[in-house]
């Protein structure tokens, strides 16, 4: 996130609810550490996100890795950063803190789908978020929108479903994060096993070691800091000409941008389709089965624009409040709240079927 752009979006809120509430309503102190808390939010996350999330380290999202960060400053600061853990935590006692954090209209998700719809030009993402940000209000410790806001809110939703669609969930960028899941799990069965691996010490450490929850201590934690991208890319640079065959050509393919080929269904993929998928890579490659399936797997994508579980609220002026999926006349948005789900099949381009 743009540093400069959530302190305005930040300052926009603050300075609207005060209009309604009076100064008081919300604390310098409260300010601050709301500030803080959407600040550091995502500063867990590793290099190339959650490809490495889910494959060099087990069950340790990034969000608990953001909180361990937190920490460590709050003692760098000597307790300077304990309301922000509170709020990014959802402990604090006034909650809606923590829903411009964490919700289906956080501040984050009003920042990353207008700046990524500018970078990419799929012009759909361009949302108004200052219109929808002026519109917020708080009511029995909840964040609601004004009714005059709705069509913004209807155009965030459509918006969101339309940019995971177009641009988080693009073809390209998935089967790339999946490649990159499979080489970095292929290295790091490699090092199990005691092959040798060029990479930095950093990278080294994780593919050497089985990290979990309950192993993620401060020394982990300063080694996790000092991953970055370059750690990767350049451990991908080196892996080409490993005599791993697996690790060799993943590696040639994603550093090539020679990418797998990827089928997008929209029911599930008959067995019998993807057993010969494998057999037909297993002859050509002359890898075993378990080797062939780095290179030919399946998956599946779910779009859920709009959660019920977790609903944004529209106050009307008699100030009753309504799910924006009722309050609303698009009908579209009932539909978005049910989840697509698709099924995907990778594998080599040049692979023929008999």
């Not at 600040?39 to 969000?63: K, Y």
């Not at 201590?217 to 490993?242: G, M, N, P």
């Not at 009722?326 to 099949?345: G, H, I, M, R, W």
Request: a neutral charge.
């Amino acid at each position: 996130m743009d540093k400069y752009q959530w302190r305005l979006f930040v300052d926009k809120f603050v300075r609207s609810c005060r209009k309604h509430y009076g100064f008081n309503c919300i604390s310098i102190d409260e300010e601050n550490a709301l500030c803080i808390a959407i600040l550091l939010h995502d500063i867990g996350h590793g290099p190339f996100s959650h490809a490495l999330e889910h494959s060099i380290v087990e069950g340790v999202s990034h969000e608990e890795v953001s909180l361990k960060f937190m920490k460590k400053l709050d003692i760098m600061f000597h307790g300077q950063l304990k309301l922000a853990m509170e709020i990014f935590q959802g402990t604090y006692h006034r909650k809606f803190f923590h829903q411009l954090i964490s919700s289906q209209l956080d501040i984050d998700r009003l920042d990353y789908l207008k700046r990524d719809s500018f970078f990419t030009g799929v012009t759909e993402g361009n949302i108004s978020s200052d219109r929808l940000i002026a519109m917020m209000n708080v009511l029995n410790d909840f964040l609601v929108i004004e009714k005059k806001g709705i069509y913004s809110v209807e155009k965030f939703l459509i918006a969101r479903r339309l940019m995971y669609w177009q641009v988080y969930l693009h073809k390209t960028g998935w089967i790339a994060e999946y490649m990159l899941f499979n080489i970095l799990k292929r290295a790091k069965r490699l090092t199990e096993q005691g092959v040798a691996l060029s990479c930095s010490k950093a990278l080294q450490f994780f593919l050497s070691n089985r990290i979990t929850k309950d192993d993620f201590s401060d020394e982990v934690l300063k080694t996790f800091s000092r991953l970055d991208d370059y750690d990767i890319v350049s451990a991908l640079k080196e892996w080409v000409d490993h005599t791993d065959q697996v690790l060799s050509n993943l590696s040639r393919m994603l550093v090539n941008r020679e990418l797998l080929k990827i089928e997008i269904h929209d029911t599930e993929i008959s067995l019998h389709y993807i057993s010969s998928l494998v057999a037909g890579f297993m002859k050509s490659s002359k890898l075993s089965e378990n080797d062939a399936k780095y290179f030919v797997f399946v998956g599946q994508i779910s779009n859920q624009a709009y959660s019920k579980e977790n609903p944004i609220y529209i106050l009307s002026k008699n100030g009753t409040l309504q799910d924006i999926a009722k309050a609303s006349d698009q009908l579209n948005l009932q539909a978005l709240s049910e989840p697509v789900t698709k099924y995907f099949v990778c594998y080599p381009k040049e692979l023929k079927l008999a």
